[in-house]
């Protein structure tokens, strides 16, 4: 299970990375987007372990109150 998180959390920082590479031509609400579905990816594969649908889940709802938070 450890190497389930471990995995989730790099990729999640990849993801992270990848997206920062086009960061300066995003808003201010894309970026709180983006660093909110960082947070809640990790946050998602924390809680529930690793699990992808946690994950995905967390990625999703971080996303969205990332989303709302950069009105």
């Known amino acids: 299970m450890n190497k389930i998180i471990r995995f989730t959390v ?3 920082m990849i993801a992270l990375l990848a997206g920062c590479s086009t960061w300066n031509g995003m808003s201010s ?3 709180k ?10 946050t998602g594969a924390w809680i529930f372990d690793g699990a992808v ?5 967390g990625a999703a ?6 989303d709302q938070l950069g009105k």
């Open 61 to 66: 709802v971080g996303g969205l109150v990332g």
């Open 29 to 31: 609400r894309e970026k």
């Open 33 to 42: 987007m983006v660093g909110g579905a960082a947070v809640g990816a990790a």
């Open 53 to 57: 649908l946690g994950t995905v889940g």
């Open 10 to 12: 790099v990729a999640s």
